[in-house]
């Protein structure tokens, strides 16, 4: 059976809030469902699937699982935290003098302070570890035949990126399925910077030039914020905080801190959500998802194309008759740029918000207190609520599948593995911690962690996405096109009213709206005050921006994005085969950039035409509130059945198709499934495609 469990747990919380005037009238972040519209820092809390029943057909039983997890909510990057404290810390200071809201949420302002330092970037916060904590359950409880609530290395394989997030999110997950008493027993391999089945992406330099840094794949972005719907949020958006000079990069700040405030703390709406309201909440989701869906998605074929090697590796361990571990998880999880944002622009923004934001007391109340406790070395630590997103996430899919995850390790049936991150060695103890418990992950193996694992950061050894696609200012034009949209300069301007910034840029609104998504997720028991600058609307205009950048420089925006992922699905397969020598249990903590382009590479969440900047506001699939949320996964297991050998994929917890296998049965199989992806397996020359000609 075999389980990828990508642990990246991209913040995913409870939502934000914004209106304006009186108490009568404060926004009620929750009541208009903000937090599912928080993009990729969306808290995996709002989309999980907490029916954890025993999945069974009959006459079958589970033998074989092979997980993807994203790591779970973690803190922004060092640039985030920096403009969180600076221009968003601005901002909230002008939003309590000029902006637009009732005093309640003006009172929230008032006591927002950015409490993160740069060096705790992109660190798993407890609320990560708590959800890969609760997935892991949740899944043991599905396949309680197979995921045992003891360790055995023969049994179990984790493997994280080398990161915090992805190895706190494994150790999360690990908690989960076997208890914290338990979890040193869990072995993890050393992480690779640039895992080849984790982070294949990373190894794909033709991607990082034709997808990822290509201006073109962002062209979608740009036309959005360009248009007449994100001028007119915009707009909006400068009234309600008093900035008048509000940009769409504002914008983006405001939505991205109101998503983040939000993921951290499932109880407390972030103060920055109260300048979003339903509809604009929407705008910026669409402009996030844009991003996504070019860099990320299906923008480009290469995208996720590369994913290949983490498909290999897929059905390897998914093979009825490998000799690998039955299970089998990937997982990944603020970089120093972004908490270094935080800590300066972010907190200039906040003095302005407070001395003329249009917010009520209460959000003010929010700004007034609130702090950038990150540090630059913390730069994309996993938090503490992410190390419990990958406990609770592992004791869920412990419950899921009893019998095959064992609450007691064993090397030769579980396998950890995770990149060479905090985040992403975080995750996987985290989730260790979920199977096996705290008492006994010490025993625990992983190997030692590649800078560029071929398998979990395949992207990271891939120089021609590199070029083609990662750098590639091209694969920004979306981006670029819907930031000058009338949509979302009308949210800048409308921001812009509510901080009192008249001068609020898009990169600002990006840096609020990422301070709000990190610091939401981070503690689920309390809301970042940088979301209640959006309302349902903005904060939708957000969450686009950011699935238009993933969708081009991660999904299906490049072709080479995906098919770089072909050495993944090839390590799949080895471990999915139920035949393969690998351990029973395979689980993989890594990162969003993995985890995205593989579900493009799985031709999942794609929609017949691309993701463009004059999508916004119609239904598509590319969504990363739903699709790239922290504590992120995805799960393969394979089953014995009297007619042979079946698949099960999920995704989130979730039972989910593969274009190509049945649509009236959640099972496929293995043969068909294995058919599917053979001629791109078999086709998968990594190095000669990633080769810059």
């Known amino acids: 059976m075999q ?87 601005e901002h909230r200071d002008a939003i309590l003098a000029k902006g637009a809201l009732c005093e309640r949420d003006k009172e929230q302002f008032r006591t927002w302070k950015v409490h993160l330092n ?40 984790f493997k994280y990126t080398h990161t915090q997030r992805a190895k706190k999110s494994a150790e999360g997950f690990a908690t989960g399925l076997f208890g914290r008493d338990n979890i040193r027993q869990v072995w ?28 073109d794949a962002m062209e979608q972005v740009r036309l959005f914020i360009s248009s007449e719907i994100f001028r007119a949020f915009l707009e909006g958006l400068r009234v309600k905080t008093g900035i008048l000079d509000l940009s769409a990069e504002d914008a983006r700040l405001m939505y991205t801190t109101c998503a983040f405030e939000t993921a951290w703390d499932r109880h407390r709406i972030s103060p920055w959500c109260s300048l979003f309201t339903r509809k604009s909440i ?13 860099i990320d998605g299906y923008g480009y074929e290469l995208t996720y194309k590369q994913a290949c090697p983490a498909a290999q590796n897929m059905f390897e361990h998914l093979n009825p008759n490998a000799k690998t571990s039955q299970y089998y998880v990937i997982l990944y999880p603020f970089r120093k740029k972004q908490i270094r944002r935080m800590k300066t622009t972010l907190s200039e923004h906040r003095d302005a918000i407070l001395a003329k934001g249009a917010l009520c007391e209460r959000d003010k109340e929010q700004f007034r ?37 064992f609450d007691q390790y064993d090397n030769l049936t ?34 030692e962690p590649e800078s560029r694992d071929p398998i979990l950061r395949f992207y990271k050894r891939c120089p021609r996405w590199k070029v083609e696609v990662d750098k590639n200012p091209d694969a920004m034009e979306q981006v670029r096109l819907f930031i000058s949209s009338e949509i979302f300069r009308a949210f800048l301007e409308g921001l812009r009213m509510k901080t009192g910034i008249l001068d609020l840029t898009a990169e600002d609104a990006r840096l609020m709206y990422t301070t709000c998504a990190f610091e939401t997720a981070w503690d689920r028991h309390r809301i970042s005050p940088w979301c ?39 390590n799949m397969f080895e471990h999915l085969n139920p035949n393969a020598k690998h351990p029973n249990i395979t689980l993989y903590f890594t990162h969003s950039g993995t985890l995205l382009k593989y579900l493009a590479f799985l031709n999942l969440y794609r929609d017949q035409q691309p993701l463009l900047h004059t999508t916004f506001g119609g239904n598509y699939s590319w969504r990363s509130s739903l699709i790239d949320t922290f504590a992120s996964n995805i799960l393969f297991v394979t089953f014995s059945c009297p007619s042979g050998a079946k698949v099960l994929t999920m995704h989130q917890e979730r039972v989910v198709t593969v274009p190509g296998c049945p649509l009236d049965s959640p099972l496929c199989d293995y043969a068909q499934f294995e058919e599917i992806f053979q001629q791109r397996i078999n086709e998968c020359n990594f190095e000669q495609m990633c080769t810059i000609s």
């Open 369 to 405: 207190t609130w702090k950038v406790h990150l540090n630059e070395d913390e730069e994309k630590f996993l938090v503490p609520e992410g190390e419990l997103e990958l406990i609770e996430l592992a004791e869920r899919t412990q419950n899921r599948f009893p019998d095959l995850l």
């Open 414 to 447: 579980y396998k950890f593995k995770y990149t060479h991150t905090q985040r992403a060695k975080k995750s996987a103890e985290g989730f260790a911690t979920g199977l096996f418990g705290r008492d006994n992950i010490r025993q625990v193996w992983y190997p």
């Open 188 to 215: 993890y391999p050393e992480p690779e910077s640039r895992d080849p089945i984790l982070r294949f992406y990373k190894r794909c330099p033709r991607w990082k030039v034709e997808v990822d840094k290509n201006p």
């Open 282 to 294: 929407k705008i910026m989701e669409f402009l996030e998802d844009l991003e996504y869906y070019w």
């Open 532 to 570: 209640s600058l959006f309302t349902r609307k903005s904060i939708k205009i957000m969450e686009f921006l950011e699935d238009l950048e993933y969708y081009w420089i991660d999904g299906y925006g490049y072709e080479l994005t995906y098919k770089q992922a072909c050495p993944a699905a090839q």
């Open 118 to 157: 740069e060096d705790e970037e992109k660190f798993l916060v407890p609320e990560g570890e708590v959800e890969l904590i609760e997935l892991a359950e949740r899944t043991q409880n599905r396949f309680p035949d197979l995921l045992f609530d003891q360790y055995d290395n023969l049994t179990y394989k």
């Open 3 to 89: 389980i990828a469990l990508n642990f990246l747990f991209l913040f995913s919380f409870y939502l934000f809030p914004p209106k304006i005037l009186c108490d009568s009238t404060c926004y009620d972040a929750k009541q208009e469902g903000l937090e599912h519209h928080l993009a990729t820092k969306t808290p995996y809390r709002v989309i999980a699937n907490v029916n954890d029943k025993k999945i069974e057909f009959d006459q079958c039983s589970p033998i074989r699982m092979w997980g993807i997890f994203r790591h779970g909510t973690r803190n922004p990057s060092k640039k985030q935290i920096r403009r969180m404290k600076t221009i968003l810390s």
